[in-house]
C-alpha cells in the first residue's frame, strides 16, 4: 500500500485543518487506518484509528472531542478533521495502514505502511 498525506499547514489555535490521506497499490478496505504524530523530541504517538471493514473507530485522550477520523473505501481515502486546534497538536501527522486479518491496533510498530508525514503547526 502507497500513503500520501497532505493538508497539513500553520492555524491559530482554535482553528481547524482537515487531512486527507490517499492509498493505493493493495484492497484498501481490508486495512485497518491510523494517525499518528511525532513532536520534536518526542515520541511517535497514536492519534486516531478507524478498522477495515466496520468502521470502528477510536482516539487518543488528548485529541477526542476534537479529532474525527473517517474513511472512503470507495475512493481510497481516510481523513482526519481537527478541530479547536491547540499549540500542543502542533507535529508531524503520519497515516498509516495495518495490514490484516488484525482488528485496529494503537502501537506504531504493529502498522506495515507509512505516509510521508505532513506538517501541522498551531500558533497560540
Known amino acids: 500500500v502507497q500513503l500520501q498525506a497532505s493538508g497539513g499547514g500553520l492555524v491559530q489555535a482554535g482553528g481547524s485543518l482537515r487531512l486527507p490521506c490517499a492509498a493505493s497499490g493493495r484492497t484498501f478496505s481490508n486495512y485497518s487506518m491510523g494517525w499518528f504524530r511525532q513532536a520534536p523530541g518526542k515520541d511517535r504517538e497514536f492519534v486516531a484509528g478507524i478498522s477495515s471493514r466496520t468502521g470502528i473507530t477510536s482516539y487518543a485522550d488528548p485529541v477526542k472531542g476534537r479529532f474525527t477520523i473517517s474513511r472512503d473505501n470507495a475512493k481510497n481515502t481516510v481523513h482526519l478533521q481537527m478541530n479547536s486546534l491547540k499549540p500542543e497538536d502542533t507535529a508531524v501527522y503520519y497515516c498509516?495502514?495495518?495490514?490484516?486479518?488484525?482488528?485496529?491496533?494503537?502501537?506504531?510498530?504493529?502498522?506495515?505502511?507509512w505516509g510521508q508525514g505532513t506538517q501541522v503547526t498551531v500558533s497560540s
Open positions: 498509516a495502514a495495518d495490514s490484516p486479518p488484525y482488528g485496529l491496533r494503537y502501537q506504531s510498530t504493529t502498522y506495515d505502511y
